[in-house]
């Protein structure tokens, strides 16, 4: 009862919280001075601690670690917010605006940093792939996965390619990637190098090459770790926060949110996991993080899986966030 009013009135207001403040939420009455014995062993215990002297308790990382695992309460979205989320989302004509979308959505829900990552394809396999000439050095790949899901890339060539000679390029990489997985695809790559053995061989030592290219163009573009697959919304919510107010707090958020790579391979290991999973300041791995939550779910379209989630100070309502990223990522799974 001591640690869920400390974390509650903390998460509310931000300010430490004194042993009346706990006293007013406890049905059954104690006094403040047992109330106060009870927050030194807690503070023994490392689950609140004391800023400065005079100050009341606030919770530390493994204080809302035991509130999140064993004490908090469900807060599942209103209907209100249900609505707003399915609006935000059927507004998007394509991936990358459903997926904007979706992190948008999340921000709004629960005023924090909304974030999703483009679905990663290793275990899709490619249903049909075209090179298209846009250029005379430059060709468009573009690629249809069973989980539905179409993808581009533009190749870059050394040279202008002849009609015959493309035919024999795409007849070669057909040969070699319809049907398969990219993780397939890659396997065989790194066996294939291994042993000194070309991919596809043929007369014409130009087209191995070619057909190397393009398929490790098709490993980008089906397991993308750019930045630019991460997307983010509502970061005026975070920044506004008054845990920000510290320098070093502020510039490890800026700092994420312009190098957003890090952040999409965090966001992409977590496609393994099931259901909300949740980690607290310091159980992060990332050193940008160790102040803050992150809150994400898994969606899945088709055969591939992606990541959308919720990025905060560590004081953030864990219940309300849960429930957002749980029903936004049902939505995208539900297509």
Do not use: C
């Not at 403040?21 to 927050?39: E, P």
């Not at 959505?105 to 846009?134: H, M, N």
């Not at 750019?226 to 510290?246: C, I, M, R, T, Y």
């Amino acid at each position: 009862m001591v640690l869920s009013s400390i974390v509650r009135r903390y998460i509310g207001n931000a300010e430490p919280v004194g042993s009346r403040q706990v006293s007013k939420d406890i049905v059954d009455a104690l006094s403040s001075a047992t109330i106060r014995n009870v927050m030194a062993d807690m503070e023994e215990m490392g689950l609140i601690d004391q800023p400065h002297t005079s100050a009341g308790r606030q919770p530390t990382d493994r204080g809302f670690r035991v509130w999140v695992d064993q004490i908090m309460p469900q807060s599942p979205l209103s209907e209100v917010e249900r609505n707003l989320v399915d609006a935000t989302l059927n507004q998007a004509k394509s991936e990358d605006q459903l997926l904007a979308a979706a992190a948008l959505a999340l921000a709004e829900v629960t005023r924090q940093l909304g974030v999703a990552i483009s679905p990663v394809l290793d275990g899709s396999r490619l249903d049909r792939l075209e090179l298209v000439p846009v250029r005379d050095k430059t060709l468009l790949l573009v690629a249809s996965f069973g989980s539905g899901l179409i993808r581009s890339i533009a190749v870059e060539l050394e040279e202008p390619m002849e009609r015959e000679r493309l035919t024999d390029l795409v007849r070669r990489v057909h040969l070699t990637a319809l049907g398969r997985t990219p993780l397939e695809i890659h396997r065989d790559l790194a066996w294939r190098a291994s042993s000194n053995e070309p991919v596809a061989a043929s007369e014409t030592p130009q087209i191995d090459e070619l057909v190397h290219q393009i398929l490790f163009a098709l490993l980008e573009l089906a397991h993308p770790p750019k930045g630019g697959d991460a997307f983010l919304q509502g970061a005026g919510n975070v920044l506004s926060q008054p845990e920000l107010v510290e320098r070093r707090s502020m510039t490890n958020l800026v700092q994420l949110m312009e190098d957003r790579s890090q952040l999409a391979q965090l966001l992409q290991e977590r496609t393994g996991r099931e259901g909300a999973y949740i980690t607290i300041g310091s159980e992060n791995r990332l050193e940008h993080l160790r102040t803050m939550s992150l809150v994400t779910h898994n969606y899945r379209i088709g055969d591939a899986k992606g990541t959308v989630g919720v990025l905060g100070p560590t004081r953030m309502p864990y219940g309300k966030l849960v429930s957002a990223v749980d029903y936004i990522a049902l939505r995208l799974t539900q297509g």
